[in-house]
């Protein structure tokens, strides 16, 4: 098992750009979840999704969309990247009361 | 609401001594507790978690943690460092009723292991 992938590992965007970030899980996990982290600020929670076909706001969703179309992928977009949006971007997957587990970040320089 | 306050943004112990990273927690209901690690260039990985039962949890690595609930607190120690055990710690809280599955995570704690 692959458990959690995220692509790509590394991006470089002008501001205004878009561009989409891709979560997929092999472990038939019902939630998904898309984090940011920030020096200093822990990680903090952008959208999350409980099912396919479901999404939801968490702390910071401001400047970003979610997609959950299958239930081993959920895709999170910015439509008109900003620097403030610079950031590690953590994709996580788990039952619903389970720990998550992580996939190994997205590096995303908007510059 | 619930927080999660890790106290110390960096630690600084010698190897062999003894790890105690802090967490102090605030929920309305009873929590679900979980500490993670995360390695340089890496996700987060689970070391222990808390949700019912035993209030004294080990976790991987040697890492364990107690839950006290009349101390809103769940600290994670290790009795004898090691250099592999540098790395960034985050503490994390659930709630126990919860239908999302939705963690608040404390801003991270540092733990530099020095020879």
């Known amino acids: 098992n692959a458990g959690v992938t995220q692509t790509p590992k590394f991006r470089v965007l002008k501001t205004g750009q878009s561009m989409t970030l891709l979560c997929a899980q092999d472990m038939n996990h019902e939630y998904m979840y898309w984090y940011r982290q920030d020096p200093g600020m822990g990680l903090r929670l952008i959208h999350y999704?409980?099912?396919?076909?479901?999404?939801a706001k968490g702390e910071v969703p401001d400047g970003y969309n979610v997609s959950r179309l299958k239930k081993q992928n959920f895709l999170l977009g910015l439509e008109s990247a900003a620097p403030s949006q610079t950031s590690v971007y953590f994709c996580?997957?788990?039952?619903?009361?389970?720990?998550?587990?992580f996939g190994p970040g997205t590096r995303l320089t908007v510059t | 609401a619930q927080s999660v306050t890790q106290l110390g943004s960096h630690v600084s112990v010698s190897e062999g001594a003894l790890v105690l990273l802090r967490c102090n927690y605030s929920s309305s209901v009873p929590p679900y507790l979980f500490w993670y690690v995360q390695y340089p260039n890496q996700g987060l990985q689970l070391l222990l978690k808390y949700t019912t039962g035993a209030t004294l949890v080990k976790g991987i690595n040697g890492f364990e943690a107690e839950f006290k609930k009349s101390e809103t607190s769940f600290h994670l120690t290790k009795p004898s460092a090691h250099m592999s055990d540098a790395a960034e710690y985050f503490c994390a809280v659930s709630r126990s009723s919860s239908n999302t599955g939705k963690l608040i995570f404390g801003q991270g704690t540092t733990l530099q292991v020095k020879p």
């Open positions: 996580a997957s788990s039952y619903q009361l389970g720990e998550q587990y």
């Open positions: 999704s409980v099912g396919e076909g479901t999404t």
